[in-house]
């Protein structure tokens, strides 16, 4: 078995990072902040459009209050994510 999606795209990760802040209940402006990037770096980053690195993973991940793994699984994985209010 295939942990890991080795065609995942900076446009999947993205779609993971938006679908996690929607579900923190924050606007791309909040998640700026907390990340010290601009809301329009946020959007670039959840479009797609712009490289994801593995420190920029790690700060959305501890920010957005997930594993890293859950930006990298595969995308038909059911994978529960819990969320800490």
Known sequence: ????????SNTDIGAK?????????????ILGKKTGLSQ?????YER????FTIHRLCIFANVLQCDLNYFLERRNSSVTVPINL
Request: aromatic residues 6%; charged residues 20%; positive net charge.
């Open 17 to 29: 990072v938006r679908k996690r802040r929607l579900l923190l209940g924050w606007s791309a402006s």
């Open 48 to 51: 797609g459009t712009q490289n």
């Open 40 to 44: 329009q770096q946020i959007s670039r």
């Open 1 to 8: 078995m295939t942990l890991y999606d080795n065609q995942i």
